[in-house]
């Protein structure tokens, strides 16, 4: 195409200049002289132009995993990507406190219901055995919660650390998003400078076809496309610093939240010590007094006890299966924020499930674009050379404020492996259309000082006709003026094409060799 254009426009400057000396020994010459063309009449049918867009791929159901109890992971059974059934384990939380607790509970249940048998019984030093027992367990406890204890404040401190440095990245990309803001309003308003230009051109070639040269408006539409071009280019730079920054902040966030939910565990754990204190300090009062007679009083007492410890291990019980955390539904694994050796705060996100039987694109188109769209538009949603077919389901009504660009989301179904959630996308979507009109190959229009004209064959002989092209692909145009549908139009390219020469029709081949050997000449 390139290649035709190129030597078509040396033709017409050769023409003219040697016109005077030619005069018309060339012309007859050239009448004289038959060429070989290939013709094709134009067709009746539409054609449409698609604009590319950059969209988000994200699922239309999501259910966040967040554990009730804070604690070290021990054991993760998925990664992103598996697919679980509703009640599977995802992961284990390390329920040694927990047992401990459990434990404590047990303890402080088998001595009051001990104490009870014993008062009943009378059996002392069966009593007194277990009493005894209980007490070194209770202190055994509480040495174990002390060490626990300086485990989790080491912890504390080492989540204060990382705390400082995603503030100090966050303000770096605070910085970065001001720079940013400021280039996009520079570049917006180039954008428009640019626009206005392009539009004042059109103008200006609507009055006076030859007010602009080809060169000129070239130079005008690329300096609007490179305005175009820079403004995506800083709005994509922005949106992934602010994502940047966002995904700081919620991981300063989970920080954050895992240090209250450690400063409440040490707290938790600093009251678990003064009960077990005064569990130790009334159970070696139990033992004193079991050393005596048992007294009527005591038997009320012990039964409270009792209830109180059964109370105990029904808490301990359920804080212990929380260790244990469980899929709520059926679905794919988009995110697995915990890890083995890792914490898991209690309240915090630990895991994303997603149904991805349908899948949402969003994407942003300017206002232009938006207005040719509309909901159950078809759109091509293209990932690594993998295209799949969506429709529009929501066209926003508000700009970003930043970008100016207008949200639209296509619904894609049935592409789980080839479009993974947060990835990015191809979106394809239709912004101009022209139905039942007369359609040519592209290269068959060739461009004169802004007008357009083919080259028919009418008797035998080469027709220069003028055309008005309308709507353009890559490969076919369409003709609003100067052609029928029984037009015969020239469909190959050569050096001799002239009005008035006489042609000899020939097929694609013959016309393809000729071609190539008017070229090398």
């Known amino acids: 195409m390139d290649k035709k254009r190129l030597v078509a426009l040396g033709l017409v400057v050769t023409l003219g200049v040697t016109a005077s000396a030619c005069g018309k020994k060339d012309e007859t010459e050239a009448a004289e002289e038959k060429v070989a063309v290939e013709v094709q009449k134009p067709s009746m049918g539409n054609l449409s132009t698609d604009t590319a867009y950059i969209g988000m791929v994200s699922p239309q159901e999501q259910v966040y995993v967040i554990p009730m109890v804070s604690g070290t992971v021990t054991e993760t059974f998925f990664e992103v990507g598996d697919v679980v059934a509703q009640g599977d384990v995802l992961f284990k939380i390390d329920d040694e406190a ?172 600093e009251t678990s010590q003064d009960t077990l204190r005064d569990n130790i300090a009334t159970a070696e009062g139990a033992y004193s007094i079991t050393q005596q007679e048992i007294y009527p009083e005591s038997d009320a007492a012990s039964a409270a006890q009792l209830q109180q410890a059964a109370v105990g291990i029904d808490s301990a019980k359920m804080q212990l299966d929380y260790c244990t955390v469980t899929a ?42 938006k207005n040719t769209l509309a909901a159950g538009d078809h759109v091509i949603v293209e990932r690594n050379g993998v295209q799949h077919e969506g429709v529009i389901t929501e066209i926003g009504t508000m700009a970003n404020q930043q970008t100016k660009l207008f949200q639209v989301k296509a619904s894609v179904s049935g592409a789980v492996d080839d479009l993974p959630n947060g990835v990015n996308v191809k979106v394809y979507a239709t912004t101009e259309r022209e139905e039942n009109k007369l359609i040519i190959p592209y290269d068959s229009i060739y461009f004169s000082a802004g007008d357009a004209y083919v080259y028919c064959v009418e008797n035998g002989r080469i027709v220069k006709t003028d055309v008005t092209v309308g709507l353009m692909s890559d490969t076919e145009a369409v003709i609003e003026e100067g052609l029928t549908a029984d037009s015969q139009v020239v469909k190959n390219w050569s050096s001799k094409l002239r009005n008035g020469v006489e042609v000899e029709l020939v097929s694609s081949e013959q016309s393809t060799d000729e071609s190539d050997a008017a070229e090398e000449e």
């Open 328 to 369: 709520p539904i059926g679905g794919v694994i988009e995110s697995f924020s915990v890890e083995k050796n890792g914490m898991a705060a209690q309240g915090n996100p630990a895991c994303i499930i997603s149904n991805k039987e349908s899948m949402t694109v969003t994407f942003s188109v300017a206002e232009q674009a």
């Open 98 to 269: 927990y047992r401990l607790q459990m434990k404590n509970a047990q303890a402080a249940y088998n001595a009051a219901q001990a104490g009870v048998t014993a008062q009943s019984g009378g059996a002392r030093d069966l009593q007194n055995y277990q009493t005894e027992q209980q007490i070194q367990q209770l202190k055994d406890s509480l040495n174990d919660t002390y060490e626990n204890k300086d485990d989790m404040e080491d912890t504390l401190d080492d989540l204060d650390k990382k705390g400082k440095e995603l503030d100090r990245g966050i303000s770096a990309g605070k910085k970065q998003i001001n720079l940013l803001t400021q280039q996009l309003g520079l570049l917006n308003a180039q954008l428009e400078a640019a626009k206005a230009a392009y539009n004042a051109m059109e103008e200006a070639l609507k009055i006076n076809p030859d007010a602009y040269s080809a060169d000129e408006q070239n130079k005008i539409k690329s300096t609007m496309d490179e305005a175009q071009k820079n403004v995506d280019d800083i709005s994509r730079k922005l949106a992934e610093a602010d994502a940047g920054v966002t995904a700081a902040q919620n991981s300063l966030a989970a920080i954050e939240a895992s240090k209250t939910q450690l400063e409440s565990g040490i707290d938790q754990i």
